[in-house]
């Protein structure tokens, strides 16, 4: 009989980032701006694709890169605001 978890696939990482910078305008409101960078290095990670991973059936363990139902995109996303604090 095998042992639980005997094979684990690939890592999977991200590297997000946030730029802010708050001015000030009046003594009473500031405005914040922000650069947001969601997967920052554009990484693709690879996914297991196999549900049996059996070695005494020579089963092969599969991992493709794409979008797996249920985890979020791939691709990088930059998105920018403005935020007026009173």
Known sequence: MGRRNAFT???NWTF???FAKTFKLTERFNLQFRGELYN??????YYVTTNNADVSSFNTITAQKGVVP???NEH????FGL???F
């Open 83 to 85: 935020k007026l604090n």
């Open 16 to 18: 997000n980032i946030v």
């Open 70 to 72: 249920g985890q979020p």
């Open 9 to 11: 696939g690939p890592t």
């Open 40 to 45: 920052a290095f554009n990484h693709s990670n």
């Open 76 to 79: 990088r996303d930059i998105q």
